[in-house]
């Protein structure tokens, strides 16, 4: 079989997650249930929630990712959507869910390309060089971290277009046009010419009603739409920017390949606004009834900020806004949410626009209409801990250890460095990393840099190859990702943000170490949610939730209404009092940013020693 015809991971048929909050919800049947679903990069789930915001089933199903070479990689929508289909009737059927009491769905997924053909709403193969299906995948997802389009994103970014302001300054590789771009590129005329274009969540929500609805947050965040009203926009798609770039077809009969024009040949919609219901054909896959309220999706990162920032914590009032009661939207003005896996995305909302270097947005209508979104992020956080671990020494007999005590390698990792602090007879974990100066972009920086050419740096190594070492290594990183979370901060807030609080999700969540280092190195409070590892999927069962509660003129229930009814307690992790590691933090944060404007005048001095230097 030729090179890149096989999944590097396989589509699997067996459960990888199951989750039940109520054993008696048997006996306590609800009369109205939520379905939510999160397509991530690994895998799709989908959770059943009752009216209460309770979780009464979760299921996943991993999904098929290709790469054909180097730095491409593709997903088929056929494949998620039979994951999907897996994931809700297992999680329905585990636990005894009558699928009439289903009212709403609501979707999440990556920021990934998903391309169809306009004549038969067929998948298109994005995989070249002549992008025929011939393996029979219908692999017609560029996947969010495909990095194919270099040379189309350096094109766009070097017209410094006006909507770039709404996007950072400049266009991620990451995001979607560059991808249509190199589409075009690549593909044969008569290809490219019958394509049509969705974010994956609009792919999805496509799937399920037939309708060609878009979200404000899929175009607005990825596809360099700019609301109409918004600095003069007018259409939303710019089509002088299109045209600039190469792509002027996408221009033709009103943007109609993208979604068209909201009001004329297209529709435009709010997160959890009802965008149609569960086609016949849809419902026979599911295994659901036909008709159920779907509701406008969001990227995953953003029904994360939907299910931990409304999360029930009690704060003290400099962490609150002074001019509105606790559960009054103006609250999430002073929360970040930070939804951290492989990666980390910070979300803040704001009444205005705030305009942050290195913070892509603001954008405005992606979850509360008139709202504006600022997204920061770490480029690897999760995946960094990872590598640190993977890459020392001592790792293999770590593991080995961990493995004797049932535990997993952080867990076994933070009680070796207590002991380590018991044993020095230390104030804190932290003075055991005192003289150990880590800088970790080792896959770039996304904030508030914005350079994907920065990488780590260390002072203070040495010849230990031990699991005292290797634990010493693991502080470090630890301690880089609260300080650079306090670097993304500071600079959001010296640009207008109020942020007071960081609402987490996602494993690192269990990371009791990392999260007291984020409180403290920040200075702030953070929030975890009841459910560490299923907040982005509760945030899509939300949607569904908003879906199912239009009334017969379409008009739904305020999503922040929905929230603050739906969202469960969650835990404060607060700042450590101890002056000592304040000071200590204070003077690593100091060194921190040192490192960090170090590295970029380090390359540029050499950058201009060696300018004109060639080959003779």
């Not at 997903?75 to 999907?84: F, G, H, K, L, V």
């Not at 960094?384 to 076994?412: C, G, R, W």
């Not at 010296?494 to 942020?499: L, N, Y």
């Not at 007291?516 to 945030?539: D, F, N, Q, R, S």
Request: proline share 5%; charged share 20%.
């Amino acid at each position: 079989m030729a090179a890149g015809s096989m999944p590097i991971r396989q589509p699997s048929r067996q459960q990888s997650r199951q989750m039940s909050t109520d054993p008696h919800n048997e006996l306590r049947p609800e009369l109205e249930h939520y379905i939510g679903i999160d397509v991530g990069t690994g895998s799709a789930r989908a959770c059943i929630m009752n009216v209460r915001g309770d979780i009464v089933g979760l299921a996943s199903e991993n999904i098929g990712l290709w790469q054909p070479e180097s730095g491409y990689y593709e997903q088929s929508t056929t494949d998620i959507w039979r994951c999907i289909c897996t994931s809700v009737q297992r999680a329905m059927n585990q636990h005894n869910i009558d699928s009439s009491t289903i009212k709403g769905i609501g979707f999440d997924a990556t920021c990934s390309l998903a391309v169809f053909r306009s004549d038969t709403d067929e998948p298109q193969c994005v995989t070249g060089p002549d992008f025929s299906n011939k393996d029979g995948h219908d692999r017609n997802i560029v996947l969010w971290l495909d990095h194919r389009p270099a040379e189309e994103t350096k094109k766009i970014n070097a017209t410094k277009h006006n909507l770039l302001r709404y996007v950072g300054g400049q266009m991620s590789i990451e995001m979607e046009i560059p991808k249509v771009l190199w589409l075009k590129n690549h593909m044969p005329k008569e290809v490219f010419d019958r394509c049509k274009f969705y974010d994956l969540t609009d792919a999805l929500t496509h799937m399920a009603t037939g309708n060609e609805t878009r979200s404000f947050c899929s175009v607005v965040c990825k596809q360099g739409f700019v609301p109409p009203g918004v600095d003069g926009s007018e259409k939303g798609w710019q089509g002088d920017f299109l045209k600039d770039i190469g792509l002027p077809e996408l221009c033709d009969d009103n943007f109609k390949r993208l979604g068209g024009v909201n009001g004329v040949n297209g529709k435009y919609l709010t997160a959890g606004e009802i965008c149609g219901t569960l086609s016949e054909k849809a419902a026979q896959d599911l295994g659901l009834p036909a008709g159920i309220a779907i509701g406008s999706g969001v990227i995953d990162a953003y029904a994360g900020w939907v299910g931990t920032v409304g999360s029930k914590v009690k704060l003290s009032d400099h962490e609150l806004s002074h001019d509105h009661a606790p559960n009054h939207v103006s609250q999430a003005f002073t929360r970040l949410a930070a939804v951290a896996g492989t990666s980390t995305c910070h979300i803040a909302m704001s009444p205005k626009p705030v305009f942050v270097n290195g913070v892509w947005g603001p954008y405005r209508d992606p979850l509360l209409p008139d709202y504006w979104l600022a997204e920061g992020g770490q480029s690897a956080t999760g995946e960094l801990l990872k590598h640190v671990l993977e890459t020392h020494p001592a790792f293999q007999e770590a593991m080995s250890v961990a493995e004797t005590f049932n535990t997993n390698i952080y867990d076994y990792l933070n009680e070796h460095l207590r002991e380590m602090t018991e044993k020095a007879n230390a104030p804190s974990v932290s003075w055991l990393g005192r003289h150990f100066f880590f800088y970790g972009d080792l896959f770039g920086n996304r904030s508030p840099i914005a350079d994907p050419a920065m990488t780590g740096s260390v002072v203070g190594l040495s010849s230990d190859r031990t699991v005292d070492g290797l634990a010493l290594y693991y502080y470090a990183t630890m301690e880089f990702i609260a300080l650079q979370t306090h670097q993304i901060i500071e600079t959001m807030n010296k640009s207008g943000h109020v942020i007071s609080s960081i609402f987490m999700s996602g494993s690192q969540c269990q990371n009791d170490i990392l999260m007291e280092l984020v409180a403290t190195a920040c200075g702030m409070p953070v929030l975890i949610p009841k459910y560490v590892h299923a907040a982005v999927v509760h945030g899509a069962a939300m949607l569904g939730a908003k879906a199912a509660s239009a009334d017969k003129n379409g008009k739904t229930e305020d999503l922040w209404s929905i929230m603050d009814r739906l969202s469960k307690p969650g835990r404060t992790v607060w700042p450590k009092k101890d002056e000592g590691l304040k000071k200590l933090l204070k003077v690593k944060y100091d060194i921190f940013l040192e490192q960090c404007e170090g590295q970029q005048r380090f390359r540029k001095e050499v950058d201009d020693a060696i300018g004109g230097w060639k080959k003779d």
